[in-house]
């Protein structure tokens, strides 16, 4: 298969998945919240429920289980969304169907990563992108072993990780607004003396998870708008 070497600009990549998002910024952002409340809440209350090490150890136990499933799931979630597919919020829990591959991908990576990262800082970051397109390939493709999507995404982003680095750094300016704007808005309402201590941390947790539902849904857009031209499915028009 031809290698593709993604040309498009970051603010191309960022108004196709805007504008996916645009048709359906209700349904994007449900999904978002569902994929982060699955993840969260169980482990969340299994610690406060067992509480001690026996929590802690349940509530890392629940997440390395069921990650790389909600990893494919989300991942096809947004695919559809994209694609113009019907996109349901039961897509978030399709990598369930296919657990053993799921699992065994997000850990394979997560081993790879690692002993990358053991070399130091820089090599760890180069293999979180080359690795970065296996659950895209896997939920593109169900029938693939976990290797074999770990090694489509080596071959895929040969070419293309600096690509994606500056794609990934365009939003920073979006992630750091998730953690100055609730910040803000806080300390201007505290300095007034209307809220409490509790209430101002619960306002800010909200604020906070507000703001980054949207910027998941926004990032795992462009992010499939990103693996979509990669792979020779789409040719991005030049934004206006």
């Known amino acids: 298969m031809e290698q593709i070497i993604v040309t498009e600009t970051s603010k191309n990549l960022r108004a196709l998945g805007h504008g996916a998002l645009s048709q359906n910024k209700l349904l994007a952002l449900k999904g978002a919240l569902l994929y982060i409340m699955a993840i969260t809440l169980p482990a969340a209350l299994l610690t406060i429920f067992f509480q001690g090490t026996v929590g802690d150890s349940a509530s890392a136990l629940y997440s390395?289980?069921?990650?790389?499933?909600?990893?494919?799931?989300?991942?096809l979630f947004y695919m559809n969304m994209f694609r113009g597919k019907v996109a349901s919020l039961g897509d978030v829990f399709y990598g369930f169907d296919h657990f053993v591959k799921a699992f065994g991908l997000f850990i394979i990576m997560s081993v790879l990563i690692f002993l990358w990262s053991l070399l130091l800082i820089v090599p760890g970051?180069?293999?979180?992108?080359?690795?970065?397109?296996?659950?895209?390939?896997?939920?593109?493709?169900?029938?693939?072993?976990?290797?074999?999507?770990?090694?489509?995404?080596?071959?895929?982003?040969?070419?293309?990780?600096?690509?994606?680095?500056?794609?990934?750094?365009?939003?920073?300016?979006?992630?750091?607004?998730?953690?100055?704007?609730?910040?803000?808005i806080l300390t201007?309402?505290?300095?007034?003396?209307?809220?409490?201590?509790?209430?101002?941390?619960?306002?800010?947790?909200?604020?906070?998870?507000?703001?980054?539902i949207w910027i998941l849904a926004y990032m795992m857009l462009t992010l499939v708008a990103f693996y979509e031209i990669l792979t020779g499915s789409l040719k991005a028009e030049k934004a206006e």
């Not at 390395?64 to 991942?75: E, I, K, Q, R």
């Not at 169900?142 to 939003?171: H, V």
């Not at 300095?191 to 980054?212: D, E, F, K, P």
Request: aromatic share 12%; with cysteine.
């Open 64 to 75: 390395l289980l069921v990650s790389g499933p909600f990893t494919l799931g989300v991942t």
């Open 125 to 184: 970051i180069i293999a979180s992108f080359r690795y970065s397109q296996a659950f895209l390939i896997l939920a593109d493709n169900p029938e693939y072993k976990a290797l074999d999507c770990i090694r489509e995404s080596k071959r895929l982003m040969n070419g293309n990780k600096m690509k994606l680095l500056y794609l990934t750094l365009s939003f920073m300016g979006w992630i750091l607004l998730f953690m100055i704007l609730p910040f803000g």
């Open 188 to 212: 201007m309402l505290s300095l007034t003396g209307v809220l409490t201590n509790i209430l101002t941390s619960q306002i800010l947790a909200l604020l906070m998870n507000v703001i980054y």
